[in-house]
């Protein structure tokens, strides 16, 4: 069944200069709660995934974007809704971000860290890549 996805970008996880004891790699990935987990990113995000929003984000901050490698990544099955009389699929479910931005939150409260997108959403493609959109932090 099709998927959709939301994901937060955790900066900084495996970079052995900035931590005094970095992350564990080889543990990826990693379950933090029902259907959310911590996963290296990198193999699905393509190369032009941040193209439509460059206009309104800036280069630099798709550059940054771009190099997105780890995050916190909650799949769920998409869901059929009715709007105007007509059948579609949910593009993002409030409760997959909401918790995503939970769990964020928390890891936050242990480690500050710091943040250019606090959400991303989209579909999984069939080939496994992500179909997003990026929800700017406020």
């Known amino acids: 069944m099709p998927q959709n996805f939301s994901l937060y970008v955790l ?3 495996g970079r052995p200069q900035l931590d005094d004891e970095p992350f564990d790699l080889t ?15 990198s193999g699905f995000l393509r190369a032009d995934a941040f193209d439509c929003v460059t206009p309104y984000m800036g280069t ?5 974007l771009r190099r997105t490698r780890y ?5 769920y099955e998409r869901q059929p809704i009715i709007a105007n009389g007509e059948v579609g699929e949910q593009q993002r479910n409030e409760a997959s971000e909401i918790l995503v931005k939970n769990i964020a939150a928390c890891l ?7 943040e250019f997108a606090s959400v ?7 080939d496994g890549t992500f179909d997003g959109w990026v929800q700017l932090s406020c």
């Open 11 to 13: 900066y900084n996880l």
């Open 27 to 41: 543990c990826l990935p990693f379950d933090i709660a029902d259907g959310v987990r911590i996963e290296d990113v």
């Open 60 to 64: 630099l901050a798709v550059k940054e």
């Open 71 to 75: 995050a916190l990544v909650h799949r």
């Open 108 to 114: 936050r409260l242990i480690r500050p860290m710091r």
């Open 120 to 126: 991303m959403y989209g579909k999984v493609r069939e």
